[in-house]
């Protein structure tokens, strides 16, 4: 198979990768890059551990293709961390204690950020729609909502 060669901005940073095709950004991100926050559980878009943002929006990185994303800002969850810092999400979640295993937590806490960039102060009911597309298999989503409500408000 013919490869091809682009550029991909993860982070803020422009990456030259050259990958086949029909590669998902999933596997270009972990598996070249290493970024190995978004993880792969249910490999059909249906759980939500691969998620990252897209110009800014949660896509399921399993059912992305790398070449489909050439140019368009990629953010990871190692990505919203800075200078060392966790993202306030990050912070919430911690104190909050909603990262169980923390396979679901990346895209949960990609999921939260871009609803709380999109509607800095959403009721539990719009926080628990925007997160219905992500699937936490240790226990409820008590915490994770809990976490979230915190944010509501601050503008974060």
Do not use: W
């Not at 909050?96 to 959403?122: D, V, W």
């Not at 997160?131 to 298999?137: E, H, K, Q, V």
Request: charge should be negative; proline fraction near 4%; aromatic fraction near 4%.
């Amino acid at each position: 198979m013919k490869k091809c060669f682009m550029t991909l901005i993860v982070n803020g940073e422009a990456y030259e990768v050259t990958t086949a095709p029909n590669r998902t950004l999933l596997e270009v991100l972990r598996d070249d890059l290493h970024f190995t926050g978004a993880k792969e559980s249910c490999g059909e878009g249906a759980c939500g551990s691969c998620t990252v943002l897209i110009d800014g929006r949660p896509t399921r990185s399993c059912l992305t293709l790398a070449v489909a994303v050439e140019g368009k800002a990629i953010t990871t969850i190692e990505g919203l961390a800075q200078g060392g810092e966790l993202h306030p999400v990050q912070e919430a979640f911690v104190a909050h204690h909603a990262i169980q295993c923390g396979f679901c937590s990346p895209g949960m806490i990609l999921t939260a950020y871009a609803l709380l960039k999109e509607n800095p102060r959403p009721t539990e009911e719009e926080i628990r729609r925007a997160l219905s597309g992500n699937t936490c298999r240790c226990t409820g989503y008590a915490k994770i909502v809990e976490a979230v409500r915190s944010l509501a408000g601050e503008g974060r």
